[in-house]
């Protein structure tokens, strides 16, 4: 979103931010007006920047070596001549266009490539919208972003293209047909125009999944915790948060401070009290700045009851891994235990395909070993990614995969995120192991 001439001209991204939360696009406005603080991008959003960047400048390799023609619209013109100097391409009837600028009424955007096709309906030739994506399936954003970029196309070109099309982080292709979603997408557009034309007086920023990486999550952030925002109560949900405010209910400290027996329309008691007794750890906190642990009742095969005994032979196990790699890639298969009284760490590396196979193989065969030696003992790790890793990887390659069964059926692996979740509660927003990210982002 950006003023030109004294106009706002808006672009795919900020209808797919306005689908996802409308008080991001309330601070757009404001922005617009009064710049306001951004947060800054993490590590890992700039480089799926970065890996997206590359993605797209290969197919435009790819394009240059099949002998057809290709056009690239600079990038140092303005808007204007961008716009001119795409319009000239398509007459000139360039194969490809690459960075093609579209301009119509408030929406303006730079497609990835616009590619010639034939039209059914007559001989003049029809570009296709066609974008480059590292995900490796579809999103709806991705849609309403072709949709905007069909729609400007087809008011520049004068023909509706029929489809639009994504090249996947895989690099399959993923052909759409533009009527299919036209409908939903002009209604989608016209909801985001009645916002900008008529706006809330007082909107309230309320959490939800895009907050992570949207810019404005400073300022939410910090509107949160001075209203001592419910979503800061680890472990709630979005309707939950919606039941206690028809409760009359608002605040952390509010839902720390009701009574036991207080019954919230809607929500099971046992629900009520989980929330109500994170509240008051919570609450205790903050006052305080003392940490708080409520050991939580036994039940069997939960919580502490998950412990097997403690063996010297225990293994710690961690994944680390690169979803921006082709078909994701683990990359590190780290051991942790202690021999002979030594702590000892042993990492499995694998940096493509063929190494993360060995890699894990090597892990696999060591851990069948070491169990042979410690039949008492078990492998510990935190949050299920480690196993679903694990079965993964032995499906994937078609190796090991008698080991992982007998791993799985001797129930060797121990999450002990249930343990933590089901054991007890703390005094702290999160349950998972820390992070900046995760430091930062309220409940969704």
Same mark, same amino acid.
Not at 159 to 171: Q, R, V
């Given at each position: 979103m950006r003023k030109l001439n004294g106009n706002i001209l808006f672009a795919a991204h900020d209808l797919d931010r306005f689908l996802a939360c409308s008080h991001a696009t309330f601070l757009d406005l404001c922005d617009l007006e009064e710049p306001l603080p951004k947060s800054e991008d993490d590590e890992q959003l700039r480089l799926f920047r970065e890996k997206g960047f590359e993605h797209e400048r290969k197919w435009l390799d790819i394009f240059?070596?099949? @002998?057809?023609?290709?056009?690239?619209v600079q990038g140092k013109q303005s808007l204007g001549e961008r716009v001119e100097a795409t319009k000239e391409a398509m007459i000139k009837g360039a194969d490809i266009i690459y960075q093609a600028a579209l301009h119509t009424g408030n929406w303006r955007g730079y497609a990835d490539f616009l590619r010639k096709t034939k039209n059914s309906g007559s001989d003049r030739p029809v570009y296709e919208v066609l974008d480059t994506k590292l995900s490796r399936t579809a999103t709806p954003a991705h849609i309403m972003q072709l949709c905007v970029y069909s729609e400007m196309l087809t008011e520049t070109q004068g023909?509706?293209? =029929?489809?639009?099309?994504?090249? #996947? @982080? +895989?690099?399959r292709k993923a052909a759409f &047909?533009?009527?299919?979603? =036209?409908?939903?997408?002009?209604? =989608? !557009?016209?909801?985001?125009?009645?916002?900008?034309? !008529?706006?809330p007086l007082k909107p309230y920023p309320e959490p939800c999944r895009?907050?992570? !990486?949207? &810019?404005? &999550? +400073?300022?939410?952030?910090?509107?949160? /915790?001075?209203?001592?925002?419910?979503?800061?109560?680890a472990g709630i949900q979005r309707t939950q948060v919606e039941k206690f405010q028809a409760a009359g209910v608002s605040t952390v400290r509010a839902l720390a401070g009701l009574p036991q027996e207080a019954v919230i329309p809607k929500l099971s008691n046992e629900t009520f009290a989980r929330l109500r007794s994170q509240a008051r750890l919570q609450a205790h906190k903050r006052d305080t700045g003392e940490n708080k642990v /409520?050991?939580?009742?036994?039940?069997?095969? !939960?919580?502490?009851?998950?412990?097997?005994?403690? +063996?010297? @032979?225990? #293994?710690?196990?961690?994944? /680390?891994?690169?979803?921006?790699?082709?078909?994701?890639l683990e990359y590190l298969m780290g051991l942790y235990f202690v021999d002979a009284g030594t702590p000892v760490f042993k990492p499995f590396w694998g940096h493509d395909h063929d190494a993360e196979r060995a890699s894990f193989e090597q892990l696999m065969d060591f851990i069948e070993s070491h169990l042979r030696l410690h039949p008492g003992a078990h492998i510990y790790h935190y949050n299920h990614y480690e196993e679903t890793a694990i079965k993964r990887l032995a499906s994937g390659f078609g190796t090991r995969e008698g080991f992982v069964d007998d791993l799985l059926r001797g129930r060797r692996l121990v999450d002990l995120y249930k343990v933590v979740r089901e054991g007890l509660r703390i005094s702290e927003l999160h349950y998972r192991l820390p992070s900046k990210s995760l430091l930062t982002t309220p409940n969704l």
């Open positions: 240059r070596q099949q @002998g057809i023609s290709v056009v690239e023909l509706t293209p =029929a489809f639009m099309y994504l090249i #996947l @982080g +895989d690099n &047909r533009f009527d299919d979603f =036209a409908h939903y997408f002009r209604i =989608a !557009r016209r909801r985001f125009e009645d916002f900008v034309s !008529r706006p895009a907050c992570e !990486r949207c &810019r404005w &999550r +400073d300022i939410c952030a910090e509107q949160w /915790e001075k209203d001592d925002h419910l979503s800061l109560v /409520e050991i939580l009742p036994v039940h069997e095969c !939960r919580g502490f009851r998950r412990l097997p005994k403690p +063996d010297p @032979g225990d #293994l710690f196990l961690d994944f /680390e891994g690169d979803p921006l790699y082709p078909d994701g």
